[in-house]
């Protein structure tokens, strides 16, 4: 089942073997390339697609400057980035690969180092900016605290994911990710562990959902009806019961919703908005939400998370747990994974397949 095609709306994935996104901290923090995919982004999305993977997901790309996570993220807020983003497109779509991109925004997470630098928050000094979120509540003790955002620049935010999304399809990507997990923005206005709001955007789950439900509408408004929107979301924020948390019940309500408006397919992590999180780490461990959301809301959903065999992969997806998986650091070490799996290499590297025992 994992090498079966998948068609959602009118594209077909030709296996359901995907490259979950992944930031590089790659790109230029400063001058007129700010933001734009990098020589090491081609080298990296490319192999990926050499590999086999069925969509090739770029990484958390950001809708705005302050909306990266580092300064050295991609972004897809000018004309630059989007021709940077087009070769790799043209590249990708050219070895029958899905290109697609993850458009995100860090909110109080947001104004950090790269992970290998330590990774944390960067003052003004360090190309840092103020960050901002549904509340003027720090992710830790070490972040710095975000703005908290008006009604207007809330609206602002949701156009710059449209506009994102105008982009991203000027680029050549056939797929788009709204990134709804991890405790970036959208994810902060859903929990009540970091939305203490009390207007229109803040409290009811209604209220809390509004801001991802437009950015929804928006990008849905402007992505060609033939063309897939995904959506990922993080199932649990891993907090004690009794706690102000986001909850699996409450993702189940939201993937609902977010189908009704017509998001194709749930892809479903968990945590990254809490720093007391407590998470139950093993292979495959939240494939069970995954599975939980297809079966509660009906909705298509890929699963993620120590995914690292092939086996595996094959028994989610054959007994239905999920339509399709997402494979993060497996590929990493590996971009052959999936023709290693399939045993289809590409034509050029045939003479180098491993013979049959
Ligand atoms: C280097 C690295 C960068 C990541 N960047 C992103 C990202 O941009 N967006 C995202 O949603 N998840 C990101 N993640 C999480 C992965 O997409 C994936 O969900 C996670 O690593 C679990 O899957 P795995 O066990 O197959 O690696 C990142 C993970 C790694 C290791």
Redesign the pocket.
């Known amino acids: 089942m994992l090498f079966e095609p998948l068609t959602l709306r009118s594209l077909t994935f030709p296996n359901r073997v995907w490259m979950?996104?992944?930031?590089?901290y790659s790109a230029a923090a400063e001058g007129p390339d700010t933001g734009a995919p990098a020589d090491w982004h081609f080298a990296h999305l490319a192999a990926r697609a050499v590999g086999g993977a069925g969509l090739v997901m770029a990484?958390?790309t950001a809708v705005s400057a302050e909306g990266r996570i580092s300064p050295a993220d991609t972004g897809l807020w000018n004309d630059r980035q989007e021709e940077a983003w087009e070769r790799i497109t043209r590249f990708v779509a050219a070895q029958g690969v899905v290109p697609g991109i993850?458009l995100?925004h860090a909110g109080r997470k947001a104004s950090t180092g790269r992970?290998w630098n330590g990774g944390g928050p960067l003052g003004p000094d360090d190309h840092g900016w103020t960050p901002v979120g549904p509340s003027p509540i720090p992710f830790s003790d070490a972040h710095a605290t975000p703005d908290a955002l008006t009604p207007a620049e809330i609206g602002k935010l949701v156009e710059a994911f449209a506009t994102s999304a105008e982009r991203a399809l000027r680029a050549g990507f056939r797929v788009v990710e709204i990134?709804g997990?991890?405790g970036y923005l959208i994810h902060e206005f859903l929990s009540p562990h970091s939305n203490r709001r009390t207007d229109a955007y803040g409290g009811t789950f209604e209220n809390r959902a509004r801001f991802g439900l437009e950015v929804v509408d928006a990008v849905r408004a402007v992505w060609p009806q033939e063309l897939p929107l995904l959506f990922?979301v993080s199932a649990t924020d891993w907090l004690p019961e009794g706690e102000p948390a986001w909850t699996p019940g409450q993702t189940v309500m939201l993937a609902a919703e977010l189908a009704a408006r017509g998001v194709d397919l749930i892809d479903v992590?968990s945590g990254g908005n809490a720093a007391t999180q407590k998470i139950p780490l093993g292979p495959g461990y939240q494939v069970p939400f995954a599975q939980q959301i297809r079966a509660e809301a009906g909705v298509p959903v890929a699963a993620?998370?120590?995914?690292?065999e092939p086996e595996q992969a094959e028994e989610i997806v054959a007994t239905g747990k999920a339509d399709a998986v997402?494979?993060?650091?497996?590929?990493?070490r590996d971009p052959y994974w999936p023709v290693r799996a399939s045993a289809n290499w590409p034509a050029q590297y045939r003479r180098g397949a491993p013979s049959p025992r």
């Open positions: 979950s996104p992944m930031c590089q990484e958390a993850q995100a992970p990134h997990a991890h990922r992590s993620v998370g120590l995914i690292t997402f494979l993060g650091r497996a590929l990493l």
